[in-house]
C-alpha cells in the first residue's frame, strides 16, 4: 500500500516509522525547512541534514527521480513540491499530519482512496475520509467517520507541572539560529537562539525537548523551543506517548478501510 504522509513533526514521524514497520510503502513529506521543534522525536532534520534516526530507523532525503526505484532500507522524505510528488507517487492512501492548528487545512479528500486528517481543521465525509482525535484524553487516537476532532484546548498537557511555560515563541517572523542541540541542559533565561538580531532565551531549566532547526525559517508567534523540567535528556528523544496513539489511531483507520468496515 502506497502511503503519503504530510508533516515531519514528532506525530508524523511516529506515523511513518510505524507503517514502515508494519510493511507499507511511505514516503513524509515537508517544506525544505521545516520548523518542527521536537526533533529527537522526529525525522525533520534530515530535511536540512539528508539522513536522521528515530528508533533506530533511518530516513534520507530524496528527489522525485528516486521514486523510480522506490528505496526499501530506509524512509525516504521528500522537499518537492506536493502537487508534483503526489502526481509521482500517486498514493492509495494520504494522511496529512501537519498539525496546523490555527491554519484551516485544505480539502484533500479527492487526492486518494482514502485521506485521513489528524485534529481540529478536517470534517470527516467532507473534507477527507476520515479524522484521528489528537487531543488528550480518552478520546485520544480515536477514528472519527463522520464529523470533526474537539477543538483545540487551552493549555497543553503538562509536564511536572509546567503547561506553557515552558515553552518560547517567535517574536517576529525570520531566521530561527542556534548553536544548541535536542537533550542540551539549560537555565532559565539563559540565551538559546535568536530570530535576526532577536534574541531568545530559556522560558524554564531543565533540557531542551523542542528547538527548531538551525537555519529554518520561522513566523510570528510559531513554537520555537521548548523545555522539560525534569531534566533527563533520554526523555527527549524517540516517539512520544501522544504520537504512539495517534499513529496507532491512524493504522486503525487503515484496517477499517481496508475490511470496508
Not at 525525522?43 to 526499501?72: H, M, W, Y
Not at 481540529?120 to 480518552?138: K, N, Q, R, S
Not at 526523555?235 to 486503525?252: E, M, S, Y
Amino acid at each position: 500500500m502506497k502511503i503519503l504522509v504530510r508533516g515531519s513533526n514528532d506525530v508524523g514521524s511516529a506515523l511513518a516509522l510505524r507503517l514502515l514497520q508494519a510493511g507499507q510503502t511511505v514516503i513524509l513529506h515537508d517544506a525544505p525547512r521545516p520548523s518542527a521543534t521536537r526533533r529527537g522525536m522526529a525525522f525533520a532534520d534530515a530535511f536540512f541534514d539528508d539522513q536522521s534516526t528515530l528508533e533506530g530507523v533511518t530516513a534520507r532525503r530524496i528527489n522525485l527521480p528516486a521514486l523510480k526505484n522506490f528505496p526499501r532500507d530506509f524512509l525516504p522524505v521528500c522537499a518537492a513540491d506536493f502537487s508534483a510528488l503526489w502526481a509521482a507517487f500517486a498514493p492509495e492512501i494520504l494522511v496529512d499530519a501537519r498539525m496546523k492548528k490555527h491554519e484551516q487545512p485544505e480539502n484533500q479528500i479527492h487526492l486518494a482512496a482514502l485521506t485521513i486528517g489528524l485534529g481540529p481543521g478536517f470534517i470527516a465525509g467532507e473534507t477527507v475520509h476520515l479524522v484521528v482525535e489528537t487531543g488528550w484524553g480518552d478520546a485520544l487516537g480515536q477514528v472519527i467517520r463522520l464529523g470533526a476532532a474537539r477543538a483545540l484546548a487551552g493549555e497543553p498537557n503538562p509536564i511536572d507541572g509546567h503547561a506553557r511555560d515552558r515553552y518560547g515563541y517567535a517574536p517576529c517572523e525570520g531566521i530561527f539560529t542556534t548553536a544548541l542541540a535536542i537533550g542540551a541542559r539549560v537555565t532559565a533565561g539563559q540565551p538559546v537562539a535568536q530570530i535576526g538580531e532577536t534574541p531568545l532565551f530559556a522560558p524554564l531549566s531543565g533540557v531542551l525537548r523542542g528547538l527548531t532547526h538551525d537555519g529554518a525559517p520561522v513566523k510570528f508567534k510559531t513554537k520555537v523551543i521548548e523545555v522539560d523540567p525534569r531534566g533527563d535528556p533520554a526523555l527527549v528523544f524517540g516517539v512520544g506517548q501522544r504520537p504512539a496513539k495517534i499513529a496507532a489511531g491512524v493504522l486503525a483507520a487503515i484496517q477499517l478501510w481496508m475490511t470496508g468496515n
